[in-house]
């Protein structure tokens, strides 16, 4: 009897053992995916200073940043908050205290960022709307960078980030991917003639980040905040917008209601930055969306 206790406590003291051992391995690959430097060539972008260019910065970053940095650019505090995985705040971009304006020394820093997602030392932010922004033109990323940089500054403190060792063993695994790992990196990005357009319609869906939520086909799935269980719909012609007239997309990109009468929740679909878009562009998005496969 004696010895069977001694084996159960054996192969369980080994079992725990290993997963010990297991957690603390993939602790260690996290930790390290997350303090990895990455190096890019600068990227030459031109910052320009003429009103068109900084009208066009404008209304890019209402429509793009605003929604996470706040309208006044001034950083969100817990912008993801959860007890069992951690803290990131959506930092103060302006040059107020607290500002990455006032910290950051070059408009590469601040391209770095918003292409390749990593900070100024190269290591990789937790921003996953860089997977969006990866495909913006030097144009476009340079007249962004050019308005942030006159937006009036904001003194505000929001706080580092602070991920739980759980968070950085379900890194380590490979369940949460950061950024800086998947895009395309690409130095150039092309960007279609502005217009009304499917092209430019593509372009775009893809720098407004649809598809972090809508899915890469846009066929809808599950959200990629897994404390939010609203489900995201399908916005091919699959879905239900095969019975919507391009009226009805307008309405509800501007007032958030479907022509169902549902009320979209403007902090799971951004409907109020993305109704912010021009009726020209938001046509665009209608054509493209209009053009795709039909998916289930
Ligand atoms: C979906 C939400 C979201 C959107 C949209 C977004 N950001 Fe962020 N941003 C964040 C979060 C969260 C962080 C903090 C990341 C971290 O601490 O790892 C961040 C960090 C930053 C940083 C600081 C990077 C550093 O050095 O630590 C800059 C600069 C920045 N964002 C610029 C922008 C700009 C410019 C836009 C619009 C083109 C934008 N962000 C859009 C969520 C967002
Ligand atoms: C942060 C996640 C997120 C992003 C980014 C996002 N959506 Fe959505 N979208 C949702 C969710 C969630 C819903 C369902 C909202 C509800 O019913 O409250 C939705 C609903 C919609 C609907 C209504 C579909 C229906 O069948 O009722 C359309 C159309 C739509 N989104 C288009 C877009 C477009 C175009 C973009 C990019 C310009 C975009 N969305 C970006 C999450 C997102």
């Avoid at 899915?215 to 879905?239: C, R």
Wanted: with cysteine; net charge negative; charged share 20%.
């Amino acid at each position: 009897m004696k010895k069977v206790f001694k084996w159960i406590g054996i192969v369980i003291g080994s079992l725990v053992g290993l997963i010990l051992l297991s957690a603390v391995g993939l602790f260690a690959v996290g930790s390290s995916r997350l303090n990895k430097t990455y190096d890019f060539p600068p990227s030459g972008i031109a910052i320009p200073t003429d009103k068109a260019s900084l009208e066009r910065g404008r209304h890019l970053t209402n429509m793009m940043c605003t929604g996470c940095h706040g309208s006044d650019l001034g950083g969100v505090e817990k912008w993801f908050a959860d007890d069992a995985l951690g803290r990131v705040d959506a930092p103060n971009l302006t040059s107020g205290a607290g500002g990455e304006g006032a910290e950051f020394e070059s408009d590469e820093d601040w391209a770095r960022v918003i292409r390749h997602g990593v900070d100024p030392e190269g290591k990789p932010i937790f921003m996953p709307a860089v997977t969006a922004f990866a495909h913006l033109s030097n144009e476009d990323l340079g007249a962004i960078i050019a308005y942030i940089k006159t937006v009036p500054p904001v003194n505000r403190q929001t706080e580092e980030r602070n991920f739980t060792a759980l968070t950085k063993i379900l890194i380590g695994a490979g369940m949460f991917k950061l950024p800086a790992e998947t895009v395309s990196h690409d130095p150039n990005p092309v960007a279609p003639r502005a217009g009304v357009t499917v092209e430019y319609g593509e372009y775009l869906v893809n720098i407004m980040d649809c598809k972090s939520c809508h899915g890469e086909n846009l066929a809808g799935g599950a959200f990629p905040d897994p404390s939010v269980t609203a489900p995201v719909p399908n916005i091919t012609p699959g879905g239900s917008l095969a019975q919507w007239s391009e009226q009805d997309f307008f309405n509800a990109m501007k007032t958030g209601v479907t022509p169902r009468g549902n009320q979209m929740n403007p902090l799971h679909m951004p409907w109020k930055e993305i109704g912010l878009a021009s009726d020209d562009e938001l046509i665009a998005i209608w054509l493209f969306l209009e053009s795709l496969p039909s998916l289930p």
